[in-house]
């Protein structure tokens, strides 16, 4: 069963799981329903946007009240996307935003600037949980997933407490100077 900490990350463990056509896409209803243990559980349910072959996740909430977007979860570390993930995710969310923000541009592209970079705190937040109080690195297990494993080989001082407080505060930064 998949345990989520929020539907933040529900989203985000399905944006990051295509459909066998690789298509992420899905209308999907979600409905929340308990099972036969009374666990909360969170059922999305559609058919892929390119293909339409249904999809199904279904997620066990985790008991705590989960934090207000755009994080992801509570104090502990993810159980169902891995540190590699996340900071994928940091790293695209932080490249969708210009440097500068742009004359003429749509009267809501700062929101969506500023919930891009406020996305890519919260995901660099998530990967140092993963880091165990005594030591000052994820440890090369916590990599579950294929594209986490492969982005901590390519490059595994990425997974540093030192780096990842300085890409933090480097985002940090950015979203204050557009508020």
Known sequence: MLIARSSVECQLYMDLHACSCGETKFEAEHVLREDQEGRLLAV??????????????????????????PAFGGPTASRIICPGEFLLVAEQAAASVALVPAAGAAPDQGDRDRLSVATAVEAVAEVLKFIPGSMDAVPEDAFISAVGRAAYAREPGRFTRARLEATASAYREALSSRL
Do not use: H, W
């Open 44 to 69: 999305y349910a559609g058919s892929c946007a390119l293909c339409g072959l249904p999809r199904q996740f279904t997620f066990e909430l985790d008991e705590a009240i989960p934090p207000s977007p």
